[in-house]
C-alpha cells in the first residue's frame, strides 16, 4: 500500500491506496483543498463565510456548499435537533473563533448563550441555487462536510478504477474494498480505553469526543461538542462516541448527536436511525449499541 499524508479542515489527512495508484492520493488533496475553500467558516472568503456575513437575505451558493448546508438539514432533522448546524455564534462566543491550532488561552466568553434550533427557519431553494439564513444565525458545517470530503475522496478513486484504499481525516474514516490479503480493514478506536481494533469491511467509522479539540477561555475548559439546547460544551459524561455508518457522513452525525444526548439516550438514538457504535463514558463504562463487535481482532486472535 502506498500512504500520502496531508494537512486539511483542521485534520491531519492519510490517505492509502495500492501502490501501483499512488499517484491518486495527489486528487484526494485537491478534493479536500476544494471542499474547505468553500466551507472554512475561518476563511473570511469561503462561501460559507459570505453566506453568514449576509444572513438574512438570500444568497446564490455553489453545488458543494448547497449539498452541505442540505445534509446537515436532514441530519438536523433525523436527529431531532441534537446536531444542529446553526450553533456557529455560539463557538465564537466560547472562544473557537479560529483554527483551532491558533486559539491557545481564548479570552472569556462575552455574552450570554442563545442556543440552537435556528436550522428550523433555513430556506433552501435548490432551483435558484440559494440559501437563507435567518438573521442574526451563523452557520458551521465543520463536521459534516468533513466527512462528506471523505465520501467524496472515495468516489472519486473509485471512479479512476482503484479498488482498494481507506481515507481517514481526523478521525473519520471509510474504505473502499480490502487490503490485500486480508478480509477486513483494522481500525483502532479512539477514546476506547480497551484499545479496541474493529474489523472495517465497508463503509466508515467516525468518533467524536473531548479529548483532541480542547482549550481554556478565562477559567473555564471548553470543547467544541455544544448541547444545542443549553449553547454551551455538552456535559454528558460521555468521554467519546464512535459509530459505523455506510457513509462516514452518516458516521459522523450519528456520533455528534449520540454524544450530545449522552449515554442514557444516545445508544436508542442510534438505534432509531439503524446506526451500530461504541460509546465511552468519562469513567471509562463502554457501551455497545447495535452490531458493534464485542470483541476486537487482537482478542479473536
Known amino acids: 500500500m502506498s ?55 438570500p444568497v446564490a451558493v455553489g453545488p458543494i456548499l448547497l449539498a452541505a448546508v442540505e445534509a ?39 455574552g450570554r448563550p442563545r442556543g440552537g ?35 467524496a475522496s472515495l468516489e472519486l478513486l473509485g471512479s479512476l478504477g482503484i479498488e482498494t484504499a481507506l481515507v481517514s481525516a481526523g478521525g473519520d474514516l471509510a474504505v473502499l474494498g480490502l487490503p490485500p490479503g ?30 483532541r479539540r480542547r482549550w481554556r477561555q478565562g477559567d473555564v475548559t471548553r470543547h467544541h461538542l455544544v448541547d444545542p439546547d443549553t449553547g454551551e460544551p455538552a456535559v454528558t459524561g460521555l468521554r467519546a462516541v464512535t459509530v459505523a455508518g455506510s457513509t462516514c457522513r452518516a458516521a459522523e452525525v450519528g456520533a455528534t448527536a449520540a454524544f450530545v444526548a449522552g449515554p442514557r439516550l444516545g445508544p436508542g438514538l442510534l438505534e432509531r436511525v439503524g446506526l451500530a457504535g461504541l460509546l465511552v463514558t468519562e469513567a471509562g463504562r463502554r457501551i455497545r449499541v447495535g452490531r458493534w463487535p464485542g470483541h476486537s481482532l487482537s482478542d479473536a486472535a
Open 182 to 211: 486480508r478480509r477486513a480493514w483494522g481500525v483502532l478506536v479512539e477514546g476506547d480505553p480497551d484499545r479496541q481494533v474493529v474489523p472495517l469491511v465497508r463503509g466508515a467509522l467516525a468518533t467524536s469526543g473531548t479529548a
Open 72 to 110: 446537515a438539514l436532514d441530519a438536523a432533522r433525523a436527529t431531532g435537533g441534537l446536531f444542529d448546524p446553526t450553533l456557529g455564534h455560539e463557538l465564537v462566543r466560547i472562544g473557537y473563533d479560529r483554527s483551532f491550532e491558533e486559539i491557545g488561552d481564548a479570552p472569556p466568553a462575552a
Open 3 to 57: 500512504s500520502h499524508r496531508f494537512r486539511a479542515m483542521g485534520s491531519d489527512v492519510h490517505v492509502l491506496v495500492a501502490a501501483r495508484a499512488a499517484h491518486a492520493t495527489r486528487a484526494v488533496e485537491s478534493v479536500f483543498s476544494t471542499w474547505e475553500s468553500a466551507l472554512s467558516r475561518f476563511r473570511p472568503e469561503s462561501e460559507l463565510s459570505r453566506l453568514n456575513a449576509r444572513a438574512g437575505t
Open 117 to 151: 434550533g435556528a436550522w428550523r427557519r433555513i430556506v433552501v431553494d435548490r432551483s435558484a441555487g440559494t440559501v437563507t439564513l435567518p438573521a442574526g444565525s451563523r452557520l458551521d458545517v465543520g463536521g459534516i462536510a468533513k466527512g462528506m470530503a471523505v465520501d
